[in-house]
């Protein structure tokens, strides 16, 4: 019975030992050193201690049980039972521990943010997209490295535990007691003390230095932490009273001026395309890279060139960084939160109003082009409920045109559309939407424009684009044409960046087509879900019902950016830019003239977004 006291302890111990030891791997790869090792643990230890607590209650309650003073748990069969379950216990928490740690470490590459629900999502809506991503080497490692990490830890507890029920004697009460008390106060590492606040990631954060944050964050509790939180809307981020928050963000959307509305379409219905393209930054548009001929040339030579042709927003970004997030904010003019995915919830989007669902209302058909999978992250349900009543996706395409892992390539997209263009006469005006992927990982697209994989494959998209606007320029829709270009999310290019950096959000907007009145760039600072209300405002349609939406050239409102990485709030207008990190709980970034004033205003849109989310 002793030995069984023994085994309470030495399993939370060895849970703890095995959480430590995932944080040299995670510097390794990701900071390149053990340099800064000490810190991660000791400040990482809370989560480890609370984890190790919540994996080693069952074990302890089945010890306890197996130690009763009672019948029914002294017949002689029972040893064997308690065996089983604790097997089958300690073969589904190493399964449970090893998934976290390598599906962490492979994401992170990706994601540069602690694990948390979001594969889930991916998978449980399409699998076969959520890994397009994960080459066969890059799957083979992670398998590998799965068993190996199983492995360990199922001989670690194997170990442990192979004499756990062989010691016979009179049972008595002071160690079923002892035990009691050990189950017990596992409740503390658990709940992280017995203070007010519970534990949760933010505890662990330490540095200026995001990698040493999320090294010393433990997967697997970061994942049930994001699970948890994902229906408690109301409750997430309160940082203030309600009133207040809600009196600051009725004072953003107040005119400061007299109306000043700048009309820049020469005609009132023109056919609308909207083309998304994955993953392009600003900085891709600036990059010159060496071409297959060893020269350097500009790797987006046509969106450089549409941007001098048309309507350049030149301080423009993205709300968020996953297309499901992205599309929320373009097409809905919502901006999308990081940490929950609201495509997941098609009652709630359902309830919100869209482009889509405005201009059906005047009369404009809906059509939607996508390469990939249309069921991934619930993205029919998200395009039914606005309104569109084509959707054209990787099953509308012969199987030998689904070249790559995220489906059909753009070339093949692009000239979908163009073949149908030709052939169309609808009599009214159109909304198409154009959903680019061949600039996602794994870049597999075909060589010949740059050397790096990656910038090829932003060349590549751009080649297509490019003979894409050509093409439309050339028939008689061209002069009722406006095509609206932007990023689906922050960009991808460079590789391994700061996500709490203002830049990584600076996408390009380019307004083009024969419905321009004139070439100009656009200097007012704006975001994604800026989108929504300046197109409909140049349609003269109303947008009133879009409550976070403002029209990008109405001078009498205030302009800013607004958007969110997880978990973080980045705010920036012509005087300020401000970036908050919510787990360190401060500001990591405020430049510029007017230092602190976007804080309260960020934070205020945040908590305003959740309450409206929360509501629907």
Known sequence: MKHKIFLIVATFVAWTLLFILQKPVFLLVYDGGLTDLWPVVGHGLPLDLSMAGYLTVIPALVLLLSDLPLAVFRRPSADRWWRLALAAYFGVASVAVALSFVANMGLYGYWRFPLDSTPVFFLTSSPADALASISWGQGLMALVGLVLVVALISLVFHLLYLKAFRQKGKRKVWPVVVELLLLASLFLPIRGGVTVSSMNTGKVYFSHHSVLNHAAVNPLFSFMESMSHQEDFASQYRFMDDAEAHRIVADLNRPVGSANHTQVLRCE??????????????????????????????????????????????????????TDRGLLSILMGYPAPSVVSLMKYPKKTAALPSIASHLAKAGYGLEYYYGGDADFTNMRSFLVNQGFSSIISDVDFPVSARLSKWGVPDNLLFQRVEKELKVERPSRPMMRVIQTSSSHEPFDVPPGYMQDKTLNAFAFVDSYLGDFVKSLRKTDRWDRSLVVIVPDHLGAWPEEIDNFKPWRFHCPMIWTGGAIEKPMVVDTYASQQDIAATLLAQLGLPHNDLLFSKDIFDASIPHYAFFLMNDGIGFIDADNTMIYDNKLGRTVIDEGRQNGKNLQRGKALLQVLFDDIARR
């Open 269 to 322: 219905q023109p056919d609308v395309y909207v083309v998304i393209l994955e993953s392009f930054s600003d900085t891709v548009m600036h990059t010159l890279a060496e071409g297959m001929d060893g020269r350097k040339w500009p790797v987006t030579p046509n969106l450089n060139k549409l941007s001098e042709e048309g309507i350049f927003f030149r301080n423009f970004y993205a709300n968020s960084f996953r």
